[in-house]
């Protein structure tokens, strides 16, 4: 059993380049004993020991030992905890630039979202440097407050069915969704980015964490003190401007939950290569009072002020410029618009 990690010389490939293939099957435990001429393989694992006021650092503990049993006869297991905002990308840019065969996230959306930003660096996938055929695989054991990715897949805060998941190391290709602001600088997200009311509450949801999920309940009253809804411009698909009047909020999904299991894009789905566009008009505070119920379920796509759309890109501002239209990806404030989203198709393998 090692904990920790030992680097492996590979090539650096010579542009980022997508297989059409998008799914793989590597069975990590019996791949890594068959051949004592491979390497064993390499898993870091970083934890957010303060993800859901604390209890993921205290699940994680008792879950090492199994995970050393389950796996560490067969693979390098590294442990990386975070200590801070951010510190999550640093540590798996490193990971991916030692050769770490799979980073995975442990801990809730806000970790996820870290780990995914940090395959990227300056808008590029970071890559190891003299290795063409290197990829490094992205996992996930759900074990924050809100756990919206894995929702999308079915999947339960069970870390010892996540372990099962590592262990067995079925791969497939997932799109992640990139946000480029004014100024040029790029963020990605791999769950929901949303604008205006929802985005804003997220903002407040984040300050109550210590509240489990009550915080996003907390967070929407907020956020609803001083809402107005507003005119936007979309541009879809790098088309003509179009001006929609009364936006509640705009949530722009590459997987299917956020706000602690709201279904907010149910036909999103993070290997189709689109984005899912849903639109809230007119909303009135006691309009989610009384649809709350179908924004769980995934029915308000009926609503007659509710529209659905598929897209590669979407582009939003403000018709009169205010400056404080809340943006926000995966849980985690953005900035305000002006902003545009678009996707990476099958930018990251994913243990599934």
Not at 211 to 237: E, M, P, S, T
Not at 277 to 287: M, N
């Amino acid at each position: 059993m090692a904990l920790g990690m030992a680097a492996v010389a590979m090539a650096k490939p010579s542009s980022f380049s997508i297989s059409a293939d998008r799914s793989s099957s590597l069975d990590l435990s019996s791949d890594c004993a068959t051949s004592n001429a491979r390497s064993m393989r390499n898993l870091v694992f970083v934890v957010n020991p303060r993800g859901a006021n604390g209890r993921t650092g205290k699940e994680w503990k008792k879950l090492l030992p199994y995970l050393t049993t389950r796996l560490g006869n067969h693979c390098n297991i590294c442990e990386s905890i975070t200590s801070g905002p951010s510190h999550a990308e640093d540590l798996t840019r490193e990971a991916i630039r030692d050769g770490a065969d799979a980073v995975i996230a442990v801990g809730g959306d806000g970790t996820l979202h870290e780990v995914v930003n940090g395959f990227f660096s300056e808008g590029h996938p970071v890559e190891l440097e003299h290795q063409s055929r290197h990829s490094t695989a992205l996992g996930l054991i759900p074990l924050g407050t809100g756990s919206d990715f894995a929702r999308t897949f079915g999947w339960k805060n069970d870390p010892y069915e996540a372990i099962e998941r590592i262990a067995r190391g079925f791969r497939s290709r997932i799109d992640v969704g990139v946000i480029t602001g004014t100024n040029g600088n790029q963020h990605f997200f791999i769950n929901v980015a949303d604008i205006h009311l929802s985005a804003k509450a997220g903002y407040f949801a984040s300050k109550y964490k210590r509240f489990g999920n009550l915080c996003y309940v907390i967070g929407a009253l907020r956020a609803f003190i001083g809402h107005n809804n507003q005119d936007l411009k979309i541009k879809f698909n790098g088309g003509e401007w179009e001006v929609f009047q009364k936006i509640t909020a705009i949530c722009i999904g590459n997987a299917k939950f956020f706000g602690g299991g709201m279904k907010i894009t149910p036909t999103a789905d993070p290997s189709s290569g689109e984005l899912e566009v849903v639109i809230l008009q007119d909303f009135k505070w006691y309009d989610f009072v009384f649809k709350l119920h179908k924004l769980y379920r995934g029915s308000h796509l009926s609503e007659e002020t509710v529209h659905s759309k598929s897209v590669k890109s979407i582009e939003v501002m403000e018709v009169t410029p205010t400056g404080v239209t809340y943006v926000q990806s995966d849980g985690e404030h953005f900035g305000f618009l002006a902003a545009k989203f678009s996707l990476l198709p099958a930018a990251i393998e994913f243990i599934s």
